[in-house]
């Protein structure tokens, strides 16, 4: 059983920044692709960072330049570390793994629960 858990969420202010923490149980690298993913109330679940086993990451436009992905095997965990953050950053940020297909798109087969972040003017 495949068991994600996320955790470093919070809320911050325009312009600062958060790392979020997804652990896996058990080695990342069963896993072809770990993404990041986020909900803001009443919008889509988009993908927001991903990281593939063999190390290629993909970002979303918003994302990048301000969000890094990254992932430290020994911890089997993934981190989203993210600066100048915006209030419309604004969600509930999901780990998410596939263990199918190349590339980072979905579908994502693992969701941990979310952790909450939460960014003011």
């Known amino acids: 059983q495949v068991q994600l858990v996320e955790s470093g969420g919070g809320l911050v202010q325009a312009g600062g920044s958060l790392r979020l923490s997804c652990a896996a149980s058990g080695n990342i690298f069963r896993f072809t692709a770990m993404g990041w993913h986020r909900q803001a109330p009443g919008k889509q679940r988009e993908l927001v960072a991903a990281i593939t086993s063999g190390g290629g990451t993909n970002y979303a436009g918003s994302a990048k330049g301000r969000f890094t992905i990254s992932r430290d095997p020994a911890k089997n965990t993934v981190y989203l570390e993210m600066n100048s953050l915006k209030p419309e950053d604004t969600a509930v940020y999901y780990c998410?793994?596939?263990?199918?297909?190349?590339?980072?798109?979905?579908?994502?087969?693992?969701w941990g629960r979310g952790t909450q972040v939460t960014v003011s003017s």
């Open positions: 998410a793994a596939k263990t199918a297909g190349w590339g980072t798109t979905g579908p994502y087969d693992y």
